[in-house]
């Protein structure tokens, strides 16, 4: 069982940075790990994606070139460094987790078994 945490989520003006963390209780050295949106009304989105051994990573288009994710498995934890941040990154922030021991990524947030509870980032403009 892997229960996960984040923190970092906050309020930044346009153009901003923040950083997210994902700690997870449990060992997550085999898991894919992702990280989601909502935004008020919204549906939750996919937001970026790494492998287990970070030797894969996948991210939305929305966010492509502004944000990054990474991992330290030794520290159980996953980040996200969101840049140049805009209003239509306002949202609450969701950690994933699925086992995938052999490198993949999931394709889809359905297949994620373990989530956290969420962060709210808001980006006044």
């Known amino acids: 069982q892997v229960q996960l945490v984040e923190s970092g989520g906050g309020l930044v003006q346009a153009g901003g940075s923040l950083r997210l963390s994902c700690v997870a209780s449990?060992?997550?050295?085999?898991?894919?790990m992702g990280w989601f949106r909502q935004a008020p009304g919204k549906e939750r989105e996919f937001v970026a994606a790494?492998?287990?051994?970070?030797?894969?990573?996948d991210y939305a288009d929305s966010v492509k070139g502004r944000f990054t994710i990474s991992r330290d498995n030794a520290k159980n934890a996953v980040y996200l460094q969101m840049n140049r941040l805009n209003p239509a990154d306002t949202a609450v922030y969701y950690c994933?987790?699925?086992?995938?021991?052999?490198?993949?990524?999931?394709?889809?947030?359905?297949?994620?078994?373990?989530w956290g509870q969420g962060t709210q980032v808001t980006v006044s403009s």
């Open positions: 994933a987790a699925d086992f995938r021991p052999l490198g993949s990524i999931p394709e889809g947030q359905s297949e994620y078994d373990y």
């Open positions: 449990g060992r997550i050295s085999r898991h894919a």
């Open positions: 790494i492998s287990y051994s970070s030797s894969r990573t």
